[in-house]
């Protein structure tokens, strides 16, 4: 066998040695397990990540890890299989994603949101999204999510309106004066919910068809004194007062922010002396239904959010694990609550 001098023999301790003859080299070299604890036969070349051909003495400013058992053929096997293994996330089956500021903000994805889902749902473990936002259709967050890369499924998402209209039904409110934009009318209206006070566009006004059973109030960029008024008088005539949420601010694009369904419940609220019932997070509802459809428990569950007072309050109240993400609303983790700049951190749980 030739041995080429740039290949010198493996020494009894996974080093090298200089000066024996090539019979030597052969005798040492065939049936000897290397460091990486891989057989060596006479055809093997050696290890050459990281060592010194001659000394076999670390060079300087290379880096252990699997890289240094690279050969002249590329990449070994097992470095190839860590680089493209999915995330372990040991002891969690399910992941149940906010949307605003934690996977999107406006129309840009936050950091390394998509490659994120993406080895979540290779590694085979179920992805689920809620929202606060009432404005918005489920069909709607599923276009927007495949707008910056994230593959989704209307049946996968669950808004704060769905909710609603939910609860509303079984509770017997069969019909409800919104204050809210038109994807909220629209919403309670498939979901068997009337609408008093608003035509098919889903427009709203002061002005009602009929008695409502209920007042729901959500985020309303259309919101007026008239609609105050209207909201005020129908609660303190007996209607139910529900709340898609309290969300102070919505997040939009380049860090801005923008005035949420929180201040229009707090109005009405005030004006009706009577506080709503919430529909959305913090209340564990939503978090809950995906339990329900599932069938995984809460303690094999996670849930993440860019709030502490409703994403990851939900989730506590639903007994399940939460991770925050700080690309959102908050810029800082409390004590005790486990937290990551963006999405990837939750790979590295």
Not at 99 to 108: F, I, N, P, S, W
Not at 180 to 188: A, E, I, R
Not at 243 to 249: Q, S, Y
Request: aromatic letters at 4%; glycine letters at 12%.
């Amino acid at each position: 066998m030739r041995h080429d001098a740039a290949d010198p023999p493996f020494a009894e301790g996974g080093g090298f040695e200089e000066g024996p003859s090539r019979s030597v080299v052969r005798q040492r070299r065939v049936g000897r397990t290397n460091r990486a604890g891989l057989r060596v036969d006479g055809r093997s070349r050696g290890l050459r990540g990281g060592r010194d051909a001659r000394s076999g003495a670390r060079r300087e400013g290379e880096e252990r890890g699997p890289g240094q058992f690279a050969s002249r053929w590329g990449t070994p096997f097992w470095d190839r299989r860590l680089r493209s293994s999915p995330p372990v996330l040991m002891g969690i089956d399910l992941l149940v994603f906010d949307l605003d500021g934690t996977v999107y903000r406006g129309t840009e994805p936050t950091p390394h949101a998509a490659e994120t889902l993406a080895r979540l749902r290779r590694s085979g473990r179920r992805v689920r999204f809620v929202t606060n936002n009432s404005a918005i259709l489920a069909e709607e967050v599923v276009e927007r999510l495949r707008g910056v890369g994230i593959e989704a499924e209307e049946a996968e998402v669950l808004t704060s309106a769905q909710v609603a209209a939910e609860y509303a039904l079984t509770e017997g409110l069969r019909s409800a004066f919104v204050v809210g934009d038109p994807g909220l009318c629209h919403t309670l209206r498939r979901g068997g919910i009337g609408v008093v006070n608003a035509g098919e566009p889903g427009d709203v006004s002061d002005l009602s068809e009929g008695t409502p059973d209920c007042v729901i109030a959500g985020i309303c960029r259309t919101f007026s004194y008239e609609l105050l008024d209207g909201a005020m008088q129908w609660i303190r005539s007996g209607a139910r007062f529900l709340a898609t949420n309290r969300d102070a601010t919505y997040p939009l694009e380049q860090g801005r922010l923008q005035p949420g369904a929180g201040p229009v419940v707090a109005a009405i609220e005030a004006a009706s002396e009577t506080s709503p019932t919430t529909m959305g997070k913090p209340e564990p509802r939503m978090v809950e239904r995906f339990l329900r459809e599932t069938g995984i428990p809460a303690e094999r569950t996670l849930v993440i959010g860019d709030r502490v007072d409703t994403d990851i309050e939900s989730g506590l109240r639903a007994g399940c694990q939460v991770h925050l993400v700080l690309c959102g609303v908050t810029s800082s983790a409390p004590e005790g609550v486990p937290a990551s700049p963006d999405l990837r951190g939750i790979l590295a749980r």
